[in-house]
């Protein structure tokens, strides 16, 4: 049977950034992950760069943390991120004794924030209420989750590490206090498959505690909902926050095309899957409108919803520290695992420093971390296109960065390669033939996160059919099969803003799709 | 430049099969209205990228009618425009429209001779002649000026005049669109009727000086009645092929060109023939003659093909920049409507 | 704004899609004066094209017969509708499908008269114009007849309309016996464009040379049927085609994707179709509010963006489609007539199973709710009770917009039926 050092259960940002950091000390590592890379909490959260302003006044520690980890992920990977700032802003009614002893908390933490007028924001936001009391300026970004972990995947293969999407752990054989073997499951081909690891990291987020249970551990781990909307286009330039205790509806994102307005907390008992509701998004645009009153005119594109794997020190979400902790499990009954928890996606490549520093403890690897000076990719020159619009020559360069040139090469080889394919990101052909025949892509949401086709307003409206004439017969699934499955998981998303223009869109979708080839948009 | 109003897209692309600018140049070269007005915009696109597009656009504005969410593509392309104008990235030949603007209060160079405004000096009816029939074309001057005279409409021309404006529109000079309107408002002065031969100069009192006026053709047809204009009979029997200007078929609206069409069948030995896609563009518009020659050239042969396939002897437009632009095409006769109807109005 | 002189006609159509367009035909070839108003591209231009009576996926078919009972119990919720009314579908159907085919023949578009199925028309047979794969098995079905039956699907660089890759992944090749290939070929003098537009097409295949080359390009394939992208407009198309027959001494039919708005052909045609008979067609006007005299429907006001217009008329047929054509719009979560004059809702119905949460489910709940007519086809004023002299026709009409309707087909019964009692009325 197979053996590894390290195998490492999640794919999200805190997995492979373990992976990362543990490859390029020269250990040899396998990560598992049951779906595609970020489709946890790293997938599914607000996509915000945090500059640790929103924790400085209920969690110091992760403010700090997220201080001091902004500047390292502004430095490794700059391209996952859009430097549009942020603003704090109150409205009549919040409590102003917050926003003084956030301003003072933060500057006690080496966290940037700086009062400005309201004239100043107003000018820099123009879609601002004109009811805004105070504002506060915040070094904040937003950052695109999957580039940066798909960066990391990309940076610890480099390294030498092995990575597997769609392949779920199905159980811990443990003996003499060790997992002494892992069962896991292809779960597209059905293989199953065991390996002998000599440390296990359980990095697997809101299914850490399931992970834990297979080795008879308890974690403490409060899973919490959140829900977010995206709105079509960039209504504010920067990052808007609510400056008021954390509650739901205070945030604003701007993100490629669209602005993402969120978010809920609800404890969820179980590890079901979450859906947002009509109801969220309802309450979710009403209470963001109060800082933006243009958004009730704005078109809800499609709702998502997260669990957030918080470590349970309150019964409050909110009030839960977004603190994280490395849990090493040797001292209880199982002395080569290590469990991380809590934590951010901010703060991902530190959690991962920290459990990457036991883990090679436990090895007697004394090689230092280096993720925090090396790029995630290294750089590369950018390739001219010719006859592509300048603007969609931008648009790759900020999805691909470094990546650009061999994404622009496969554009440029192929006959069909500058056909636009997706028209809502301007997504061309050639990118999606690029990734189309990568080991990693095994449906077409596959496709989806690494080029962005299918994400702008119309939900792949046009594009999703165009995407399978380049797989051809190319996926694991029947093409039929492989386009069903992907509408469907784009109506769920769909579902929760199914009113205005997303009807009308939808009703159109529907002609394109069940009208034409007889396929069913939703699912069952 | 996130943009709500554009929110309704359902990208149906009727917009784009539309375009007459796609369907002759390509989307290579034009991505089409909806990447302008809808998809490059919304990523806050650096603005000079979109030059070479937006560009293009004949501004014939099919993209807007056809449109079944109702978005005013034509207005976002022209605000992308105005965009690129303040960035200071116009080309060549729109910055020649300007200067001649500051000089002469005229988008064209003047001619060397223009029509004198005769002894039309009085009357509550304003003809505005427009700086083509002035100085490019002055058979049209002469002859709307001819046709109101045997109309007997009560009829001026203003003493002073500016350009309307509407080419500073397309290229994207909101500054002097607005100069040139406050000026001609007051040149204008009193007026019972302001009556215009050219679509452009109509359609742009309509929409930006918000005025009520009248093209030649609507004031013949409403004030003065189909029944009370009398024709000779034409030499000879002529098929006529009648264009459909943009800016007045769907600006002004699509009564002007069934009246249009009613006028010329009074016209004995004219007989109008049916010509595929009559509202298809000419190319004459949105300043693509002075920046992208080829594009409006490839238009007006497309044009010229259809009234030849229509067997057409005579191809007409109401309307100075079509007559224009359609005669750079050769391979049929091109006639301005107003010229061709006085010329056989008694 | 200025005024355009008053109209008056017997029947006013608003809405100049297939159903709008249908009934005018229809009531124009009865001798009423007949006006069509609206503006913008139709649902029918985004449509398939294709007008199926029937959903096959609900009606069993019994070759060379029509199982009329089943036929009946299909179409519901009209079958409710007209249950009461003077038609049967009996009657009606054949009378409708033949006035159908007849005025689009007259336009330019061939018909065809399946034997498997008689009332699933396809606009351009001969040549399939179809996008649908349920035809495109139709189509390759009727090649079995044929020597050899072999297909050749040819794709041209640069025109996406025909993608035979997609195609093939989509149908298999093998489809009903026939085998179908996938090809792609270079049209030199296209140069380098990319993803041509239907219109784009059209024009750079009225040049001779690249007439030309595809006719080379087309010699060199083994298939004696070739399907390729749409290059003709429809005025051209009947010569143009049976030009390439010939000189490539192949049976060649155009295959297209929804995305080529390959409705367009169908809407030109019942466009010149509704014309011939004598209705007129003003476009690019919108209706901005109705008149009213009691329980009548008396004028309308027209704009266009100088002008207004009154026109006065006898009967009213409302066929401005659903959510996609703008006859219906979405204002939150509530579907509205957006002249607020009429009502709307949805027909009570306990036929429609779904499981909960499904997209149909869903779906339905919001595009089945459209206007409401009664058994004579009138619809109702905002207070419920009916109007005398408004009727209501097409997708627009409650559980007739697809995908919860039944189609084309069924959306031009109710034009039909909808033009009869106008005429009375009127």
């Given at each position: 049977?197979?053996?590894?050092?390290?195998?490492?259960?999640?794919?999200?940002?805190?997995?492979?950034?373990?992976?990362?950091?543990?490859?390029?000390?020269?250990?040899?590592?396998?990560?598992?992950?049951?779906?595609?890379?970020?489709?946890?909490?790293?997938?599914?959260?607000?996509?915000?760069?945090?500059?640790?302003?929103?924790?400085?006044?209920?969690?110091?520690?992760?403010?700090?943390?997220?201080?001091?980890?902004?500047?390292?992920?502004?430095?490794?990977?700059?391209?996952?991120?859009?430097?549009?700032?942020?603003?704090?802003?109150?409205?009549?009614?919040?409590?102003?004794?917050?926003?003084?002893?956030?301003?003072?908390?933060?500057?006690?933490?080496?966290?940037?924030?700086?009062?400005?007028?309201?004239?100043?924001?107003?000018?820099?936001?123009?879609?601002?209420?004109?009811?805004?009391?105070?504002?506060?300026?915040?070094?904040?970004?937003?950052?695109?989750?999957?580039?940066?972990?798909?960066?990391?995947?990309?940076?610890?293969?480099?390294?030498?590490?092995?990575?597997?999407?769609?392949?779920?752990?199905?159980?811990?054989?443990?003996?003499?206090?060790?997992?002494?073997?892992?069962?896991?499951?292809?779960?597209?081909?059905?293989?199953?498959?065991?390996?002998?690891?000599?440390?296990?990291?359980?990095?697997?987020?809101?299914?850490?505690?399931?992970?834990?249970?297979?080795?008879?551990?308890?974690?403490?781990?409060?899973?919490?909902?959140?829900?977010?909307?995206?709105?079509?286009?960039?209504?504010?330039?920067?990052?808007?926050?609510?400056?008021?205790?954390?509650?739901?509806?205070?945030?604003?994102?701007?993100?490629?095309?669209?602005?993402?307005?969120?978010?809920?907390?609800?404890?969820?008992?179980?590890?079901?899957?979450?859906?947002?509701?009509?109801?969220?998004?309802?309450?979710?645009?009403?209470?963001?409108?109060?800082?933006?009153?243009?958004?009730?005119?704005?078109?809800?594109?499609?709702?998502?919803?997260?669990?957030?794997?918080?470590?349970?020190?309150?019964?409050?979400?909110?009030?839960?520290?977004?603190?994280?902790?490395?849990?090493?499990?040797?001292?209880?009954?199982?002395?080569?695992?290590?469990?991380?928890?809590?934590?951010?996606?901010?703060?991902?490549?530190?959690?991962?420093?920290?459990?990457?520093?036991?883990?090679?403890?436990?090895?007697?690897?004394?090689?230092?971390?280096?993720?925090?000076?090396?790029?995630?990719?290294?750089?590369?020159?950018?390739?001219?296109?010719?006859?592509?619009?300048?603007?969609?020559?931008?648009?790759?360069?900020?999805?691909?960065?470094?990546?650009?040139?061999?994404?622009?090469?496969?554009?440029?080889?192929?006959?069909?390669?500058?056909?636009?394919?997706?028209?809502?990101?301007?997504?061309?052909?050639?990118?999606?033939?690029?990734?189309?025949?990568?080991?990693?892509?095994?449906?077409?949401?596959?496709?989806?996160?690494?080029?962005?086709?299918?994400?702008?307003?119309?939900?792949?409206?046009?594009?999703?059919?165009?995407?399978?004439?380049?797989?051809?017969?190319?996926?694991?699934?029947?093409?039929?099969?492989?386009?069903?499955?992907?509408?469907?998981?784009?109506?769920?998303?769909?579902?929760?803003?199914?009113?205005?223009?997303?009807?009308?869109?939808?009703?159109?979708?529907?002609?394109?799709?069940?009208?034409?080839?007889?396929?069913?948009?939703?699912?069952? | 430049?996130?943009?709500?109003?554009?929110?309704?897209?359902?990208?149906?692309?009727?917009?784009?099969?539309?375009?007459?600018?796609?369907?002759?140049?390509?989307?290579?070269?034009?991505?089409?209205?909806?990447?302008?007005?809808?998809?490059?915009?919304?990523?806050?696109?650096?603005?000079?990228?979109?030059?070479?597009?937006?560009?293009?656009?004949?501004?014939?504005?099919?993209?807007?009618?056809?449109?079944?969410?109702?978005?005013?593509?034509?207005?976002?392309?022209?605000?992308?425009?105005?965009?690129?104008?303040?960035?200071?990235?116009?080309?060549?030949?729109?910055?020649?429209?300007?200067?001649?603007?500051?000089?002469?209060?005229?988008?064209?160079?003047?001619?060397?001779?223009?029509p004198a405004a005769g002894k039309h000096t009085e009357g509550q009816v304003l003809y505005f002649p427009g700086c083509i029939a002035e100085n490019r074309l002055p058979a049209i001057l002469e002859a709307s000026v001819s046709l109101l005279h045997k109309a007997k409409a009560p009829f001026r021309l203003p003493?002073?005049w500016?350009?309307c404006?509407a080419?500073?529109?397309?290229?994207?000079?909101?500054?002097?669109?607005?100069?040139?309107?406050?000026?001609n408002?007051?040149?204008f002065d009193k007026y019972e009727t302001l009556v215009t031969s050219c679509p452009g100069c109509t359609t742009h009192f309509v929409q930006?000086y918000s005025l009520q006026p009248l093209h030649t053709i609507e004031y013949l047809y409403e004030a003065v009645g189909p029944r009370k204009l009398a024709f000779e009979a034409s030499k000879k029997k002529l098929r006529v092929a009648l264009h459909h200007p943009c800016h007045l078929a769907r600006t002004v609206g699509p009564h002007a060109m069934e009246y249009a069409a009613e006028i010329l069948q009074r016209v004995p030995g004219v007989k109008l023939v049916e010509m595929?896609?009559a509202d298809?563009?000419c190319?004459g518009g949105?300043?693509?003659?002075?920046?992208?020659?080829?594009?409006?050239?490839?238009?007006?042969?497309?044009?010229?093909?259809?009234a030849?396939?229509?067997?057409a002897d005579l191809l007409v437009a109401p309307c100075p920049f079509c007559v224009m632009n359609l005669s750079?095409?050769?391979?049929?006769e091109i006639a301005d409507y107003t010229t061709f109807l006085n010329s056989l109005m008694k | 704004m200025r005024e355009l002189r008053p109209a008056?006609?017997?029947?006013?159509?608003?809405?100049?899609?297939?159903?709008?367009?249908?009934?005018?035909?229809?009531?124009?070839?009865?001798?009423?004066?007949?006006a069509?108003?609206?503006?913008?591209?139709?649902?029918?231009?985004?449509?398939?094209?294709?007008?199926?009576?029937?959903?096959?996926?609900?009606?069993?078919?019994?070759?060379?017969?029509?199982?009329?009972?089943?036929?009946?119990?299909?179409?519901?919720?009209?079958?409710?509708?007209?249950?009461?009314?003077?038609?049967?579908?009996?009657?009606?159907?054949?009378?409708?499908?033949?006035?159908?085919?007849?005025?689009?023949?007259?336009?330019?578009?061939?018909?065809?008269?399946?034997?498997?199925?008689?009332?699933?028309?396809?606009?351009?047979?001969?040549?399939?114009?179809?996008?649908?794969?349920?035809?495109?098995?139709?189509?390759?079905?009727?090649?079995?007849?044929?020597?050899?039956?072999?297909?050749?699907?040819?794709?041209?660089?640069?025109?996406?309309?025909?993608?035979?890759?997609?195609?093939?992944?989509?149908?298999?090749?093998?489809?009903?016996?026939?085998?179908?290939?996938?090809?792609?070929?270079?049209?030199?003098?296209?140069?380098?464009?990319?993803?041509?537009?239907?219109?784009?097409?059209?024009?750079?295949?009225?040049?001779?040379?690249?007439?030309?080359?595809?006719?080379?390009?087309?010699?060199?394939?083994?298939?004696?049927?070739?399907?390729?992208?749409?290059?003709?407009?429809?005025?051209?198309?009947?010569?143009?085609?049976?030009?390439?027959?010939?000189?490539?001494?192949?049976?060649?039919?155009?295959?297209?994707?929804?995305?080529?708005?390959?409705?367009?052909?169908?809407?030109?045609?019942?466009?010149?179709?509704?014309?011939?008979?004598?209705?007129r067609l003003l476009r690019n006007r919108?209706?901005?509010?109705?008149?009213?005299?009691?329980?009548?429907?008396?004028?309308?006001?027209l704009e266009t963006r100088t002008r207004q217009q009154k026109i006065?008329?006898?009967?009213?047929?409302?066929?401005?489609?659903?959510?996609?054509?703008?006859?219906?719009?979405?204002?939150?979560?509530?579907?509205?007539?957006?002249?607020?004059?009429?009502?709307?809702?949805?027909?009570?119905?306990?036929?429609?199973?779904?499981?909960?949460?499904?997209?149909?489910?869903?779906?339905?709940?919001?595009?089945?709710?459209?206007?409401?007519?009664?058994?004579?086809?009138?619809?109702?004023?905002?207070?419920?009770?009916?109007?005398?002299?408004?009727?209501?026709?097409?997708?627009?009409?409650?559980?007739?917009?697809?995908?919860?309707?039944?189609?084309?087909?069924?959306?031009?019964?109710?034009?039909?039926?909808?033009?009869?009692?106008?005429?009375?009325?009127?």
């Amino acid at each position: 049977m197979a053996r590894i050092e390290v195998l490492i259960i999640g794919g999200g940002a805190t997995g492979t950034g373990i992976a990362r950091d543990l490859a390029m000390r020269g250990v040899e590592v396998m990560l598992l992950e049951q779906k595609d890379f970020g489709s946890g909490a790293s997938g599914s959260n607000h996509g915000v760069l945090h500059s640790g302003a929103r924790y400085v006044v209920k969690d110091p520690e992760s403010a700090r943390q997220c201080a001091t980890e902004n500047k390292v992920l502004r430095n490794i990977a700059p391209y996952c991120l859009e430097e549009c700032g942020g603003l704090y802003l109150s409205l009549p009614g919040d409590d102003d004794v917050y926003a003084d002893k956030m301003l003072k908390s933060a500057n006690a933490q080496g966290v940037q924030a700086r009062e400005i007028t309201v004239k100043e924001a107003i000018a820099r936001e123009p879609a601002l209420s004109p009811e805004v009391l105070r504002a506060v300026e915040v070094n904040a970004a937003s950052v695109d989750a999957f580039a940066l972990v798909l960066g990391n995947v990309e940076s610890a293969r480099q390294a030498g590490a092995e990575l597997l999407n769609y392949h779920r752990v199905e159980a811990f054989k443990v003996s003499r206090g060790s997992v002494d073997e892992v069962t896991y499951r292809d779960t597209i081909t059905g293989e199953v498959d065991k390996i002998r690891p000599e440390v296990v990291v359980n990095a697997a987020g809101a299914w850490a505690g399931r992970m834990a249970q297979m080795a008879s551990l308890k974690l403490p781990l409060k899973n919490d909902k959140g829900t977010m909307v995206v709105m079509d286009g960039r209504i504010t330039k920067g990052l808007i926050n609510r400056l008021r205790v954390p509650a739901d509806g205070d945030i604003i994102v701007p993100n490629h095309s669209a602005s993402i307005i969120g978010t809920t907390s609800a404890t969820l008992a179980g590890l079901q899957e979450v859906r947002a509701t009509r109801d969220e998004v309802r309450s979710l645009i009403e209470e963001t409108s109060k800082l933006l009153p243009g958004l009730k005119k704005a078109r809800a594109v499609r709702a998502y919803a997260g669990i957030r794997p918080l470590s349970s020190e309150s019964s409050d979400g909110r009030q839960a520290g977004r603190g994280f902790q490395v849990l090493d499990h040797g001292g209880q009954q199982v002395d080569n695992m290590v469990s991380v928890i809590g934590g951010k996606l901010t703060t991902y490549r530190l959690m991962a420093e920290v459990t990457a520093d036991i883990v090679c403890g436990k090895l007697g690897n004394s090689a230092n971390c280096r993720t925090a000076s090396e790029p995630l990719l290294a750089e590369a020159a950018q390739i001219e296109m010719e006859g592509v619009p300048d603007f969609i020559v931008g648009r790759m360069r900020r999805k691909y960065g470094p990546r650009q040139a061999e994404v622009a090469a496969t554009c440029l080889e192929d006959v069909r390669g500058r056909e636009l394919l997706c028209s809502c990101e301007q997504v061309l052909r050639g990118e999606v033939e690029h990734f189309a025949d990568h080991q990693d892509v095994r449906g077409l949401s596959d496709l989806m996160r690494r080029t962005r086709m299918g994400m702008g307003f119309c939900q792949s409206g046009l594009c999703a059919l165009q995407t399978l004439s380049v797989v051809g017969d190319g996926l694991p699934q029947a093409a039929k099969q492989a386009v069903e499955e992907f509408l469907s998981e784009r109506w769920k998303g769909i579902e929760p803003v199914l009113e205005g223009e997303q009807l009308r869109q939808e009703a159109f979708k529907s002609y394109l799709y069940s009208g034409t080839y007889r396929l069913r948009l939703g699912g069952s | 430049m996130a943009d709500l109003a554009s929110n309704g897209c359902i990208k149906c692309g009727a917009c784009v099969q539309a375009c007459p600018v796609v369907a002759i140049d390509g989307l290579s070269s034009f991505s089409g209205p909806r990447t302008i007005a809808v998809d490059a915009v919304r990523f806050g696109a650096e603005i000079d990228q979109l030059r070479d597009h937006v560009m293009r656009c004949t501004t014939c504005w099919r993209c807007g009618d056809v449109c079944p969410a109702r978005i005013p593509l034509p207005e976002r392309i022209l605000e992308v425009r105005r965009a690129i104008f303040n960035q200071e990235l116009a080309l060549g030949g729109h910055s020649r429209i300007m200067n001649n603007i500051d000089r002469y209060r005229r988008s064209v160079e003047p001619a060397a001779t223009v029509p004198a405004a005769g002894k039309h000096t009085e009357g509550q009816v304003l003809y505005f002649p427009g700086c083509i029939a002035e100085n490019r074309l002055p058979a049209i001057l002469e002859a709307s000026v001819s046709l109101l005279h045997k109309a007997k409409a009560p009829f001026r021309l203003p003493a002073k005049w500016s350009c309307c404006g509407a080419p500073l529109e397309k290229v994207g000079d909101w500054e002097r669109v607005r100069m040139l309107r406050e000026e001609n408002l007051r040149a204008f002065d009193k007026y019972e009727t302001l009556v215009t031969s050219c679509p452009g100069c109509t359609t742009h009192f309509v929409q930006n000086y918000s005025l009520q006026p009248l093209h030649t053709i609507e004031y013949l047809y409403e004030a003065v009645g189909p029944r009370k204009l009398a024709f000779e009979a034409s030499k000879k029997k002529l098929r006529v092929a009648l264009h459909h200007p943009c800016h007045l078929a769907r600006t002004v609206g699509p009564h002007a060109m069934e009246y249009a069409a009613e006028i010329l069948q009074r016209v004995p030995g004219v007989k109008l023939v049916e010509m595929d896609e009559a509202d298809r563009c000419c190319g004459g518009g949105g300043g693509v003659v002075a920046g992208y020659p080829e594009v409006a050239l490839s238009l007006a042969k497309a044009k010229v093909r259809s009234a030849i396939e229509a067997k057409a002897d005579l191809l007409v437009a109401p309307c100075p920049f079509c007559v224009m632009n359609l005669s750079r095409a050769g391979g049929i006769e091109i006639a301005d409507y107003t010229t061709f109807l006085n010329s056989l109005m008694k | 704004m200025r005024e355009l002189r008053p109209a008056t006609v017997d029947v006013l159509v608003i809405g100049h899609g297939a159903s709008g367009l249908f009934a005018a035909a229809a009531l124009a070839a009865e001798n009423k004066t007949v006006a069509v108003v609206g503006s913008g591209i139709t649902a029918t231009s985004l449509s398939t094209g294709c007008v199926s009576i029937i959903r096959d996926d609900i009606f069993k078919k019994e070759k060379g017969r029509i199982d009329l009972e089943a036929l009946a119990s299909s179409v519901h919720p009209f079958n409710d509708i007209i249950e009461q009314s003077s038609m049967t579908l009996e009657a009606l159907l054949p009378e409708m499908s033949s006035f159908f085919v007849r005025s689009l023949s007259d336009q330019g578009l061939e018909m065809t008269d399946d034997a498997f199925n008689f009332f699933d028309l396809l606009t351009n047979a001969g040549t399939a114009y179809t996008c649908s794969i349920a035809p495109f098995y139709t189509v390759a079905g009727r090649m079995d007849a044929m020597e050899d039956s072999s297909l050749a699907l040819l794709g041209i660089l640069g025109h996406r309309d025909l993608d035979p890759d997609l195609m093939v992944t989509m149908a298999g090749r093998e489809v009903g016996g026939t085998k179908v290939r996938p090809y792609w070929t270079a049209i030199p003098s296209l140069g380098k464009r990319r993803e041509m537009t239907a219109l784009e097409a059209a024009f750079a295949f009225s040049r001779p040379a690249l007439r030309e080359e595809l006719i080379e390009a087309i010699k060199e394939l083994k298939e004696p049927n070739v399907a390729i992208p749409p290059i003709f407009r429809l005025t051209d198309y009947q010569r143009g085609m049976a030009k390439l027959c010939s000189a490539t001494g192949k049976n060649v039919f155009e295959l297209v994707t929804p995305l080529s708005l390959p409705g367009l052909r169908l809407q030109e045609a019942m466009s010149r179709s509704a014309g011939a008979q004598g209705a007129r067609l003003l476009r690019n006007r919108t209706v901005k509010k109705l008149e009213w005299k009691g329980r009548r429907v008396t004028s309308a006001i027209l704009e266009t963006r100088t002008r207004q217009q009154k026109i006065s008329f006898n009967s009213l047929v409302l066929a401005t489609g659903d959510l996609v054509g703008g006859g219906l719009m979405a204002q939150g979560a509530e579907v509205r007539d957006p002249l607020d004059a009429f009502k709307v809702g949805k027909f009570p119905s306990d036929e429609h199973v779904y499981r909960a949460n499904s997209y149909m489910a869903k779906m339905h709940d919001m595009t089945e709710t459209g206007f409401l007519v009664t058994h004579g086809m009138r619809l109702l004023a905002r207070d419920g009770t009916a109007v005398d002299n408004a009727f209501g026709a097409g997708a627009a009409l409650a559980s007739f917009s697809f995908p919860t309707g039944v189609g084309l087909g069924g959306s031009l019964l109710t034009a039909w039926v909808a033009a009869q009692h106008a005429k009375e009325v009127s």
